[in-house]
């Protein structure tokens, strides 16, 4: 215990010599909350690669005197330590910018802090649709489940496929992407054949997948945490035919994320996800961010959406710097982050909607198919600019 | 508990040790003097102090149950989180009040220990672990789907919780939180500490050491494990409030093995079945993990395995079994 806390004045000291040697030159200094131990760890992996990557590839443009200062704060897939190291960031370390966070508990569990700190939290992943409402200091570079379904469901109607069935696992993201695919589908003219929920942890597919089967849908919705879960699911839909049977099968990219493509083979051919981003996306920033990005990790990783999110939340803190040259409160960043926006992201064009703090961008419809023996992602329809359209749906109070 | 001695002299000696027990010793401050004197040193660490010291409660009901009535449990984390859910529940549905929140939650612990114990205690061993185990795993699994109430695996949000005695508000730098999980501790202890030096806490012991021996003298062993059992759920559930109260905010890890789990280590780093346990164990894994966590964000949780291993092969019997040792001392008792 003594050496713990001996190291902790230590570094306390060394934090204080950090801070009075900033004020010279101007150090921004930046909390970066993610779940880097825990269930999420994987997550965590894929999302901070991409922002360490801009980073590196950027530090260089920053304005002369400019000293980029980053902390990092594991959550360890976990609000409460999440809310403790925010709060510990903002009091010890006196970051101007929270960023990062994969999960949607531990940005729901940090959000109300920003406000009474007035410092602005740029969230990188956790989709939770509501927590932008929580606090007016949060702004999202990533997506919501709801900007995803929606889109798909409207565009599944539109192809003349009349009934479907919903197949999610059973916790508040399946939830959510099952009342948004229904939403749409919906509003679009479709109908609900019907709907299962698996439990989260280490579902047995088979039985769900047949009970889709029996019902005989014009088309499958189904959804996984992204990761190792989408295999398991796609291997079931092969074994039983579902696809034989007549069955279309839908889902968001966390179906096939990019890294999980090599894993899923050939079963994945033939499926159809609605997604933000996808390394195969033919645009001359996805160009420049996946050249950047092989240069760096030399082939030992894959990026996919949440690298992606990732960068383009630190391409926007870099715009704030540039423009503020790195002289800034929270209220100023804040009001810089609303109106962003950019053409320039491996997604495509993105902007802030002012209104919600949430991300406004393209959905791409993608197909996955079979080329050179490689399961790869061909985008062949996309929605422009979608807001969340959950916040159109639920009005605040 | 070996047979006293012959001699005479000897087992005056015992019993005067046994007629004393119960009284303070200077030691015994050493806690409080170092958790006040904290409060003023490590000004940017009160938020990490409160929930030090709600986890201490919660070690605390667990030592309890493992270390002096010898049941055996790995889902603690029900109680805590029954009562994180109770007082979360209350404060985001419009009963702000922190105090009666603790009691509210107090008695919904209770009551799901004493549900849970009249099952549970029925088996012992493997079976009872395995049993403590089931009823986590369903309360889990009831606030993961009960998203209407709890709010799933979102966590509960909206929890609004007015200052304490209407003046000290919760603030962003956990001063309020860390004075106020001390004192509630300093509380939970004072009852803890009286439970087991009264007969009640000493037939414990003796249903832990020989429950057949226990029943053929006369004690009510089954109505007094379901006793303890509830008393500790409810401990359990004060600790689990006192976290909601403090983070504004319940998630279902609250109820997970994980929780249980790690408390469990942490008690047995401190030394089980010795009442200040607790009070060295979690501390000694809080502060570990948080500085680790900070000086190696990625990695920190193999540093931590070190320090397992290490604990482990060195200090058996925890911190407390290393200082008993040393001094020629007694096992727990």
């Known amino acids: 215990m003594f050496s713990a806390k001996i190291s902790g004045i230590l570094l306390g000291a060394a934090a204080m010599l950090g801070f009075t040697a900033g004020a010279c030159a101007q150090t921004v200094k930046i909390g970066i909350i993610s779940s880097y131990s825990g269930f999420l760890s994987q997550a965590a992996d894929e999302m901070e690669k991409g922002i360490n990557l801009h980073i590196k590839e950027y530090e260089k443009t920053l304005p002369a005197g400019v000293k980029l200062e980053v902390v990092r704060r594991d959550d360890g897939s976990n609000p409460e330590t999440g809310k403790r190291v925010a709060q510990e960031l903002i009091t010890r370390d006196r970051v101007q910018l929270l960023f990062g966070i994969v999960s949607s508990p531990v940005a729901a569990a940090v959000a109300p802090l920003t406000a009474e700190a007035k410092v602005p939290l740029v969230i990188t992943n956790a989709a939770g649709a509501g927590i932008t409402r929580i606090s007016p200091y949060v702004v999202r570079t990533s997506f919501t489940l709801w900007q995803e379904a929606v889109p798909l469901g409207q565009w599944a109607a539109k192809q003349g496929w009349k009934t479907a069935f919903t197949a999610v696992s059973d916790f508040l993201p399946g939830h959510d992407a099952e009342g948004a695919f229904t939403k749409g589908y919906t509003d679009g003219g479709g109908k609900i054949a019907g709907a299962v929920r698996f439990p989260p942890a280490n579902p047995d597919f088979a039985p769900f997948v047949q009970r889709i089967k029996d019902a005989k849908p014009d088309v499958a919705f189904l959804w996984v945490p992204a990761g190792a879960q989408a295999t398991g699911m796609l291997k079931a839909a092969r074994d039983l035919g579902l696809r034989e049977a007549g069955t279309k099968i839908v889902s968001t990219q966390d179906l096939a994320p990019d890294e999980e493509l090599p894993n899923i083979g050939d079963i994945g051919a033939g499926l159809i996800t609605a997604g933000t981003y996808s390394t195969y996306g033919e645009r001359p920033a996805n160009k420049a961010f996946l050249a950047a990005w092989e240069k760096e990790y030399q082939g030992k990783a894959i990026p996919d959406f949440l690298s992606a999110h990732g960068w383009d939340g630190m391409t926007m803190v870099f715009d704030m710097i540039r423009a503020t040259n790195g002289k800034f409160t929270g209220d100023e960043a804040l009001k810089f982050f609303t109106t962003w926006k950019t053409d320039n992201s491996p997604r495509g064009s993105i902007a802030i909607d002012p209104a919600t703090r949430d991300i406004v961008q393209d959905i791409y419809i993608r197909r996955h198919e079979m080329k050179d023996g490689k399961l790869v992602t061909v985008e062949f329809d996309s929605i422009k600019q979608v807001k969340d359209p959950w916040k159109e749906l639920n009005p605040p109070k | ?333």
């Open chain 2, 1 to 333: 508990m070996t047979a006293p001695a012959a001699d005479a002299p000897d087992r005056k000696a015992d019993i005067d040790a046994f007629a004393r027990r119960h009284k303070f010793r200077w030691t015994e401050a050493l806690p409080w003097a170092a958790a006040i004197a904290c409060y003023f040193t490590f000004e940017n660490y009160h938020a990490l102090g409160a929930q030090i010291f709600a986890t201490i409660l919660f070690a605390l009901s667990l030592d309890l149950l493992i270390g002096y009535a010898g049941i055996i449990t790995l889902g603690h984390a029900a109680f805590f989180g029954v009562g994180a859910y109770a007082a979360g529940i209350m404060a985001a549905n419009g009963f702000h009040e922190p105090l009666s929140g603790l009691v509210i939650a107090a008695l919904a612990a209770g009551i799901a220990g004493f549900a849970s114990g009249a099952i549970v205690l029925r088996t012992s061993g493997l079976t009872l672990l395995m049993q403590t185990l089931v009823v986590a795993a369903l309360l889990q699994e009831l606030a993961n789907k009960w998203t209407s109430v709890t709010g799933g695996s979102d966590g509960l949000l909206g929890m609004k919780i007015d200052p304490v005695f209407g003046v000290f508000r919760f603030d962003l730098f956990g001063n309020t939180a860390y004075i106020y999980c001390l004192a509630v501790l300093f509380l939970g202890w004072l009852a803890a500490r009286n439970l087991i030096c009264s007969p009640f806490g000493r037939s414990l012991t003796g249903i832990r050491e020989n429950a057949a021996r226990m029943r053929a003298i006369g004690a009510p062993v089954e109505r007094r494990k379901i006793i303890i059992y509830t008393i500790s759920a409810a401990l359990a559930g004060v600790s689990g409030a006192l976290i909601a109260q403090t983070t504004a905010l319940v998630g279902l890890g609250a109820l997970s093995l994980g929780r249980s789990g790690e408390l469990l280590i942490m008690l047995i780093i401190g030394g089980i079945g010795r009442l200040y346990g607790a009070f060295i164990g979690v501390p000694l894994y809080m502060i570990a993990q948080d500085r680790f966590a900070a000086v190696d964000p990625v990695f920190w949780y193999f540093w931590i395995g070190l320090f397992m291993i290490f604990d482990g092969v060195f200090a058996r019997g925890g911190a407390l079994g290393v200082i008993a040792r040393r001094r020629g001392g007694s096992p727990p008792q």
